[in-house]
């Protein structure tokens, strides 16, 4: 949530200045990625809490990061 809060922050203080080219860069580059990294941390920790953290739950969990190249 920190690292989500500062870039709109950022972003809001290059719009308030008008710093078009750091809003760009912002926004259809870093503040995607973040955003997305942010989702599939927090989705990872949820569903580990789900099963268990162990045994077949995890193994499952496991199979699907590995397939979706999620966490690299």
Same mark, same amino acid.
């Given at each position: %949530? #920190?690292?989500?809060?500062?870039?709109? =922050?950022? @972003? $809001?203080?290059? @719009?308030?200045?008008? #710093? =078009?080219?750091?809003?760009?860069?912002?926004?259809?580059?870093?503040?995607?990625? =973040?955003?997305?990294?942010?989702?599939?941390?927090?989705?990872? @920790?949820? $569903?580990?809490?789900?099963?268990?953290?162990?045994?077949?739950?995890?193994?499952?969990?496991? $199979? #699907?990061?590995?397939?979706? %190249?999620?966490?690299?």
């Amino acid at each position: %949530k #920190d690292v989500n809060s500062s870039l709109l =922050k950022l @972003a $809001q203080v290059a @719009a308030n200045n008008q #710093d =078009k080219h750091l809003l760009h860069t912002l926004k259809n580059g870093h503040l995607n990625i =973040k955003v997305k990294t942010i989702y599939n941390v927090v989705r990872g @920790a949820t $569903q580990l809490q789900r099963v268990g953290g162990e045994g077949l739950g995890l193994y499952l969990l496991d $199979q #699907d990061l590995y397939e979706h %190249k999620r966490f690299q």
